[in-house]
Structure formats: structure tokens, C-alpha cells
């Protein structure tokens, strides 16, 4: 198949409203790709491919720029809901366009099964959570698990010296050899918070060629090589979610979080009842259905009395977190000496908000997380990812919220 125009792309697959396609310097492209990998040409170097843009075009990369690709797809759930929705990621749509994607640049191509897998280490604990009134984030838990545990062993038993992926995010090697995570050069794509449970070992053997490069030229290379899924919308809900409506999957998993129980103020007084505490998030305001002149939002939930816990918005602020589950890329020898040391950090505790300034601290074993000035909206389950104040782009490790405390401490009612 030739190579197509921008503009024959955009004509031959109108998948949907037409995003932001910029004309690609393809021999720039190409060399980028090269010095991500930074293995000789030749080298086996398995490529992660989900069926969308990104993955895709790192396997049509790193084909021009010769390495040995082979492309691994994952079948990670059987959804009839989502075989053709758009927005929704990893669903037979995808199977099969990365299928297409592989024939045309002429690789090879495996699908594996991992949907026994990943309904153990994402679904069911995506539903566990929400149960123990907790906010999970399962794309982390699927980039920990089935992709960067078990997939990895899949690409090293296929004689590959690397494992690329689509993920906006840098990695470097120091004078020394040590690998660090960067943030990618475009911000507004950066997955590094994402990523924070990456080991060293992992990041050793992991490529990310689309580090530097903006989505616009990345859609501008597929068009430009004639892949079809150039405009092909980028994912927006929880994968094996693709309706949106994630309480009616916990309600069918978990039916017990379906259980009536009280909405009470911080100051004790009970301002109605709730239908299942599986409703409600730390932060959320609407949906309460208690009016009391001030505006409300959720914050804290109680599992085992079954009690949501709403208050003004200054309860939200939280002073310290502690952490769970926690990984560490940084230059000391664990994340514990570096809290023991007060290392000074930049914690980010949402996705879509900036890092704050806080400090490493160590308790009896315990790593916790102290902010310089309260943080809105922290929720136990979710990630904290670490940054180094004096190179705000590398990403240092994280861990999961286990706790919090409040600036304004909310009382037991």
C-alpha cells in the first residue's frame, strides 16, 4: 500500500470528527524513534500495540527505522457493549485494527488472552476498592500487572531485547547508566503519573519512542504512512467500562455495596440516607441530595457503618498522606531512606492536577506524604506520583494513598 497525503487519509477513513493533524518531519520521526530505543538496528524489539494511534505508530517507527518488530496485542475482556464504541480502548474494534495495522507494515502479530488475568489483578480489585470506600485509578493497576509484569515476560521469551510502548513519557540514561522516567515533552499528554509503579528493572528494558513528539505529529505520521486509524479517536473511559456507568459493573460484582445506609454531617447531624456507599467519591458534590444552605461535598466514606460523611469544602484540604504499594526510581537506595532523609518532593494526587510541594516522612516504617499548604480532595486509593523539585520532569516514584489527614479534622459521627 503507498504511502497517502494528509488529505487522502482524511478522505479515505472519515472515523470521525477530525482531530488535530499535524504535517510530520518523518526522517526526524524516524531518528527519534531510533534514539528512544538506542539498540542496534536489527535488534527484536516487541511492540505493545493496542489498536490506537500511539501503539501503532510506535510499531510503524520502529519498522522504519529497522528494527525487528514484532507487535503483541492484549485481549483483556470479552464486552459486548464495547466492540464498537468509540472512545473505549482494548475492545475487539481494536483487536482488529492493530490486526490490520501489523499486515500492512508487513510484522508479525500475536493476541493473547489475558482476560482471566486482568479481571483478577484490575477488575475485581477496581470493584474491592469502591467497596472499602476507596477511588481506584485501574489504568495504574493494568500498566503494574498484566502490561509491564506479564507482558514483559511475553516480549523477553520472544528473544526481544526491548519492549516499546505508545505512553507520553521520557526515559533517560545517566552518565552512570541508571535509567530515570521524565515527563514528555508535550504536557498536556504526559502519562508519567500513570506509570509511577514502573520498577528500574522494567524501565530498563522499556522504550517509549513517543517521547518527543506532540499528538498532532503523531497522528501526522500515521496518515503520512497510510495507517487507517490516523483520525481514530483516542480512548476516553475506564476500558472494560465503555458505557461510563461504572456503578452498575460494581453493583453486578459486588452487590453487597448496594446497602442503604446514612448520610450524616461532620458536625454529627444525619441529613438523609443513601442507597449504597458504592455512589459516592471523596470530592463529590453532586448527587448528595441533602440541602442545608451551604454547598456540600463528600469527605470521607465509612464502609463499615455504611456512612457518608459530607461537609464544607475546607474539610477536602488534607494536610499529610500515607502511602502503600509504594515503588521508587530516585537516587537513594528506597523510598524509605529518602523519607527518612525529609526529602523534599513535588506529590501529585490527581492525573489532570499539577504537583505540590511536600515532604518525604518516615514513621515507624510508615511513608507518609506532608504538603507545604493543603491539598484538595485526596482520596485513599488513589496514586500519589513523586517528583524531584530541582528537576520537576523526572518522576521519582509513588505509591497509593492508603490514609489521610486532614487540615480540618473530620470527627468520628
Given at each position: ?96 485494527d ?17 482476560e ?9 480489585q ?61 504536557p ?30 503523531v ?46 454531617h ?47 469544602r ?16 530516585g ?42 499548604t ?40
Amino acid at each position: 500500500m503507498r504511502a497517502m497525503t494528509l488529505d487522502a487519509a482524511i478522505v479515505a477513513e472519515p472515523l470521525c470528527a477530525l482531530p488535530d493533524i499535524a504535517a510530520p518531519d518523518m526522517e526526524a520521526a524516524i531518528a527519534s524513534a531510533r534514539a528512544a530505543v538506542g539498540l542496534p538496528v536489527g535488534s527484536r524489539v516487541v511492540a505493545a500495540m493496542s489498536g490506537g494511534v500511539d501503539s501503532t505508530v510506535v510499531a510503524a517507527l520502529l519498522h522504519k527505522a529497522g528494527y525487528d518488530v514484532v507487535g503483541v496485542t492484549l485481549q483483556l475482556y470479552d464486552h459486548g457493549a464495547a466492540l464498537k464504541k468509540k472512545g473505549a480502548c482494548c475492545a475487539g474494534q481494536d483487536i482488529h485494527d492493530a490486526r490490520l495495522a501489523a499486515e500492512m507494515l508487513g510484522i508479525p502479530h500475536y493476541v493473547l488472552d489475558y482476560e482471566s488475568r486482568f479481571r483478577d489483578a484490575v477488575i475485581d480489585q477496581f470493584a474491592d476498592s469502591y467497596l472499602k470506600g476507596q477511588t481506584p485509578v485501574p489504568c495504574i493497576r493494568c500498566n503494574q500487572t498484566v502490561k509491564f509484569r506479564d507482558l514483559l515476560d511475553v516480549a523477553r521469551d520472544l528473544g526481544a531485547a526491548a519492549m516499546a510502548t505508545g505512553h507520553y513519557v521520557g526515559r533517560a540514561v545517566t552518565a552512570d547508566g541508571r535509567t530515570q522516567m521524565r515527563k514528555a515533552i508535550d504536557p498536556s499528554r504526559d502519562q508519567s503519573y500513570f506509570l509511577f509503579a514502573t520498577t528500574r528493572d522494567q524501565l530498563d528494558y522499556l522504550r517509549f519512542p513517543l517521547a518527543g513528539l506532540e499528538k498532532p505529529a503523531v497522528r501526522g505520521v500515521a496518515a503520512e504512512l497510510g495507517l487507517r486509524i490516523a483520525a481514530k479517536p483516542d480512548s476516553q473511559d475506564i476500558c472494560f467500562v465503555p458505557s461510563g456507568d461504572y456503578r452498575t459493573l460494581i453493583d453486578r460484582l459486588r452487590p453487597q455495596g448496594r446497602e442503604a445506609g446514612e448520610i450524616v454531617h461532620m458536625d454529627g447531624r444525619v441529613l438523609g440516607q443513601h442507597a449504597g456507599i458504592t455512589d459516592y467519591t471523596i470530592g463529590q458534590r453532586r448527587g448528595l441530595n441533602v440541602a442545608v444552605g451551604d454547598p456540600l461535598f463528600v469527605v470521607r466514606l465509612d464502609p463499615d457503618t455504611r456512612r457518608v460523611i459530607v461537609g464544607p469544602r475546607e474539610a477536602l484540604l488534607t494536610a499529610a498522606l500515607t502511602l502503600d504499594e509504594t515503588n521508587w526510581l530516585g537516587d537513594e537506595i528506597s523510598i524509605e531512606a529518602a523519607a527518612e532523609a525529609n526529602t523534599p518532593v513535588l506529590a501529585r494526587v490527581r492525573s489532570t492536577r499539577p504537583p505540590s510541594p511536600a515532604r518525604l516522612t518516615l514513621s515507624d516504617g510508615q511513608v507518609s506524604v506532608v504538603f507545604e499548604t493543603g491539598e484538595e480532595g485526596v482520596a485513599p486509593g488513589q496514586a500519589c506520583a513523586l517528583y524531584d523539585p530541582t528537576d520537576p520532569d523526572r518522576l521519582l516514584g509513588g505509591g497509593f494513598i492508603a490514609s489521610t489527614t486532614a487540615v480540618v479534622p473530620v470527627a468520628d459521627v
